[in-house]
């Protein structure tokens, strides 16, 4: 574990300026380190990096912490949302969050922020601008952004995206979801695979956007590295948790953005009352966590498929990554 991990525990944000200056030490911590428990112990940090985990520790001019009756943890890390600025970065910190995996950023707000100094925010990395196509997924927003219409431009579009400051590649792919009669035009399967070799090309990870269970299959059959997103389909194939096993791929489910999609009561309304997260929550995260997606009062979209492919991904050992996709509806 790194420092960075354990100053930004939730209950010990405020001594997260300490970090780099002045040795701290925790004492009589309960410690959860990932892999197990220890009950009550101190934990001495010095110059960025833990020291020492053990009873009755001391050190020259340490900060004091006393954690008694209180927990310290690893940093959390959420592999898919949306940053919008660096507010969202110092929100995410104070709630424990250490990194984020930005889904799509505009390259120019990617920049800026990296070039930031600022302990008091998560670090995260970032797809920047999606692989999608003229009128598909991500084109909606309100701002343009690059297509690609056709296998050969796959490399440049990769090499476009990787000088602009992209850490991994992300990918649109709408194959199999529509919303009534709406559907929006999506990669052809030659340009999709097109994209994945070409990010492999140059040694980066590929995540695929996928909302339908023959999007997901189509997106690991071609070489995809992960999944953003579980399907939200009535139903999940017996066979879908070895499948993605046998491909060797990840999945980040976001299950709280999709049970916002799928139905009215998203758990986002029960984290507005808790006392503890209260003071830190503005006026629009509480609406935001409020919110559901048009489609949750139809009744038209199911949850069930994506909870039972968890759990199949989860009896085939498949890595599952936890992500919320905020700033969306139900999550912030």
Not at 84 to 97: N, P, S
């Amino acid at each position: 574990m790194k420092t960075s991990l354990l100053c930004a525990a939730l209950l010990f944000a405020p001594v997260f300026s300490y970090c780099q200056k002045t040795p701290i030490l925790f004492q009589h911590v309960r410690v959860f380190d990932g892999n197990q428990v220890i009950p009550d112990t101190d934990v001495l940090i010095e110059k960025g990096l833990i020291k020492q985990v053990g009873g009755n520790l001391s050190a020259e001019r340490a900060k004091i912490i006393d954690g008694t009756g209180k927990t310290l943890l690893p940093g959390l890390i959420d592999a898919h949302v949306h940053v919008h600025g660096a507010d969202t970065l110092e929100q995410a910190l104070i709630f424990g969050v250490t990194t984020e995996f930005d889904m799509m950023m505009q390259p120019r707000l990617e920049s800026r922020l990296k070039a930031e100094d600022n302990d008091r925010r998560a670090s995260f990395f970032s797809a920047g601008l999606p692989a999608t196509v003229p009128g598909g997924h991500g084109t909606e927003y309100g701002f343009e952004i690059p297509t690609i219409t056709r296998a050969s431009e796959a490399q440049s579009f990769v090499d476009a995206r990787l000088r602009e400051g992209s850490d991994y590649i992300k990918i649109m792919d709408t194959t199999g979801v529509s919303f009534g009669r709406f559907s929006r035009p999506t990669l052809s399967r030659q340009t999709l695979e097109a994209v994945i070799a070409a990010a492999h090309e140059r040694h980066r990870l590929t995540v695929v956007h996928i909302g339908s269970v023959e999007g997901a299959r189509e997106a690991i059959e071609s070489g995809a590295d992960g999944l953003a997103h579980i399907f939200h389909d009535p139903s999940s194939p017996q066979d879908f948790g070895q499948f993605v096993a046998a491909h060797h791929a990840f999945v980040i489910p976001t299950l709280s953005v999709l049970h916002a999609v799928c139905g009215p009561d998203s758990a986002g309304k029960e984290l507005v009352s808790d006392p503890y997260l209260a003071p830190y929550l503005s006026r629009e995260n509480i609406s935001r966590l409020k919110e559901t997606f048009p489609s949750a009062n139809t009744g038209r979209i199911s949850c069930k498929g994506g909870t039972q492919a968890v759990l199949q991904l989860q009896k085939a050992n498949v890595l599952i990554v936890a992500g919320t996709d905020a700033p969306n509806p139900g999550t912030t």
